[in-house]
């Protein structure tokens, strides 16, 4: 199982994501390496991230994307 960063780092590798607290606002993620993300996610987890939960606040940080991952049954 690949770890959150890990993933992070394949969908854009020019950033460092470890040192962000907020990738949205630092401009490091947009609508579609989102939607990427969420993909790869669930298939590296296992789960299933409801459309709901595919908001800019779970997705702001490290923190805010294990928080989901979690909620939504991963084992991390």
Excluded: H, W
Aim: aromatic fraction near 8%; glycine fraction near 6%; include cysteine.
């Amino acid at each position: 199982m690949k770890l959150v960063a890990e993933i992070l780092k394949e969908i854009r590798p020019e950033f460092d994501f470890t040192a962000s607290s907020d990738f949205i606002a630092d401009g490091m993620l947009d609508s579609f390496d989102m939607v990427t993300l969420v993909a790869t996610l669930d298939k590296n987890y296992g789960v299933s991230i409801p459309g709901t939960d595919i908001v800019p606040e779970n997705f702001q940080n490290l923190k805010t994307i294990e928080a989901l991952l979690r909620k939504c049954g991963a084992k991390l």
